[in-house]
């Protein structure tokens, strides 16, 4: 069975930086693409990030551009988000995905961990 494991939230100020993790368990990780999505209170869920299954291409939703990174490394079967400057508006739980090889849909999900920024 398919397992996803999220880690590294918590509470941050404005400005700070966080760094998530998702460990994956359960399938060839090396042959499929990973996405990153947040839900904040009163929202729907949204995209926030994917990478390829090789890693060499990455994807970004454009409210976090530039201040958020994904990465993976295959050997460790793990997924990161590393988030920079944060904004009070990041507050969400985040959760890690599988992402399915012949459509842009998410088979799989982390049970979600929660990142709060205060201002």
């Known amino acids: 069975q398919v397992q996803l494991v999220e880690s590294g939230g918590g509470l941050v100020q404005a400005g700070g930086s966080l760094r998530l993790s998702c460990a994956a368990s359960?399938?060839?990780?090396?042959?499929?693409?990973m996405g990153w999505f947040r839900q904040a209170p009163g929202k729907e869920r949204e995209f926030v990030a994917r990478i390829s299954s090789s890693g060499r291409m990455t994807y970004y939703a454009d409210s976090v551009k530039g201040r958020f990174t994904i990465s993976r490394d295959n050997a460790k079967n793990t997924v990161y988000l590393q988030m920079n400057s944060l904004k009070p508006e990041d507050t969400a739980v985040y959760y890690c995905?599988?992402?399915?090889?012949?459509?842009?849909?998410?088979?799989?999900w982390g049970q979600g961990t929660q990142v709060t920024v205060s201002s």
């Open positions: 995905a599988v992402r399915d090889r012949s459509n842009d849909v998410y088979n799989y």
């Open positions: 359960g399938l060839r990780f090396s042959n499929y693409g």
